[in-house]
């Protein structure tokens, strides 16, 4: 079992940041991804972390305005966001990426922009 705890999110003009911070706790994981889900769209991906060498890999959308980090002391994965636009509007969520497959999920933390 892995635990996933989000924080960070909230309300932002267009333009703003704003961190997501990500707690996991339990069994060991190999990659851990935000995914985002705005109301009445599918969910989508965001940006991932391999937890052992650091490489990262992100959607085209937020390529030059998000950054994700890790700290594995603290077993923590962050979204920096940048340059908000309103469409980055949505609930964030964390994953864990265990034997092939996104299969622990948190309970997501609300990203809002407002124009």
């Known amino acids: 079992q892995v635990q996933l705890v989000e924080s960070g999110g909230g309300l932002v003009q267009a333009g703003g940041s704003l961190r997501l911070s990500c707690a996991a706790s339990?069994?060991?994981?190999?990659?851990l991804g935000w995914f985002r889900q705005a109301p009445g769209k599918e969910r989508e991906f965001v940006a991932t972390?391999?937890?052992?060498?650091?490489?990262?890999y992100y959607a085209d959308l937020v390529k030059a305005r998000f950054t994700i980090s890790r700290d594995n002391a603290k077993n923590t994965v962050y979204l920096q966001m940048n340059s908000l636009k309103p469409e980055d509007t949505a609930v964030y969520l964390c994953?864990?990426?265990?034997?092939?497959?996104?299969?622990?999920w948190g309970q997501g933390t609300q990203v809002t922009v407002s124009s």
């Open positions: 972390i391999n937890w052992n060498d650091g490489r990262t």
């Open positions: 994953a864990a990426w265990i034997s092939g497959r996104y299969n622990y």
């Open positions: 339990g069994r060991t994981f190999n990659l």
